[in-house]
């Protein structure tokens, strides 16, 4: 068995990102409901969540479930929310024990009231903690995102407080979901997809992305920290040279 790679716990990257993909086909293939491999897929969240927190990672965004996710079959959206239910209950003890706050992006009023309250409840609960910040991205898109900021950007073009030529990268970024939050320096997916699937797409202008082939209900810490050496070994250049990059480091 493979040892796990080192990696430098100075050089992490401050917010990772992951597209949890493949909880369904891991179950069919079990010959399984699909809905059995969204729930061996909440020990995989458990596990990462504690790998991340254990590292000393700040920010981890889990793509839970998307604005497309909705057209799905209507009992695995039922258990889906119900299995959210479920878990937010049972894993807030859990994160305040590791020091982690929880907080959602996407379009919540969508979710069941039930849902949604276990939510901001979980969300309250969670407020002081000091240590990895927990986002769940759920009933959320990325091109739903941008229209939302448009809105309100459009809003404050209407109302005069904000003229058209003055509009800045600052401004579209404090209307976006993840205001506040840096950008993600690491996008993962699972599950043998070569894609980002509406995942963030205004925030992964300069992010590096690692895509397993490992479907999520068999992602574990492991595998997360391969994916960060992954991250470690490449030149992040953000437009310059290398020689660049690497006189900025020795000067």
């Known amino acids: 068995m493979n040892s796990a790679p080192e990696i430098n716990k100075g050089k992490l990257p401050r917010h990772i990102a992951i597209i949890m993909d493949g909880n369904g086909r891991w179950a069919e293939e079990k010959g399984h409901d699909?809905?059995?491999g969204h729930l061996n897929g909440v020990e995989s969240v458990r596990n990462v969540v504690e790998g991340a927190a254990e590292l000393g990672v700040e920010y981890l965004t889990l793509y839970a479930f998307s604005t497309e996710n909705w057209g799905r079959p209507q009992y695995e959206?039922?258990?889906?929310?119900?299995?959210l239910v479920d878990t937010i209950k049972k894993e807030v003890p859990t994160?305040?024990?590791?020091?982690i706050s929880l907080s959602?992006?996407?379009d919540v009023s969508l979710l069941p009231a039930n849902a949604a309250a276990e939510l901001k409840e979980a969300i309250n609960e969670t407020s002081k903690n000091t240590?990895?910040?927990?986002?769940?991205?759920?009933?959320?898109?990325?091109r739903w995102e941008i229209l939302?900021?448009?809105?309100?950007?459009?809003?404050?073009?209407?109302?005069?407080?904000?003229?058209?030529?003055n509009i800045s990268e600052e401004d579209i970024e404090s209307a976006l979901c993840t205001s506040g939050i840096p950008d993600p320096e690491l996008l993962i997916r699972t599950g043998g997809d070569y894609r980002i699937s509406n995942f963030l797409l205004y925030q992964m202008a300069y992010t590096e992305l690692v895509f397993s082939n490992v479907?999520?209900?068999?992602f574990r810490k492991k595998d997360l920290v391969e994916a960060i050496a992954d991250f470690q070994s490449r030149q992040r250049r953000f437009g310059k040279t290398g020689?660049?990059?690497n006189n900025n480091k020795s000067g």
């Open 34 to 36: 699909r809905l059995f």
């Open 77 to 83: 959206v039922s258990g889906l929310m119900e299995l």
């Open 243 to 245: 020689q660049q990059i």
């Open 148 to 165: 939302e900021m448009v809105k309100k950007i459009a809003a404050k073009v209407k109302n005069e407080s904000l003229l058209p030529e």
């Open 131 to 142: 240590g990895l910040s927990l986002i769940l991205a759920l009933s959320y898109s990325s």
């Open 95 to 99: 994160l305040n024990k590791n020091n």
């Open 215 to 218: 479907k999520w209900p068999d």
């Open 104 to 106: 959602v992006i996407g």
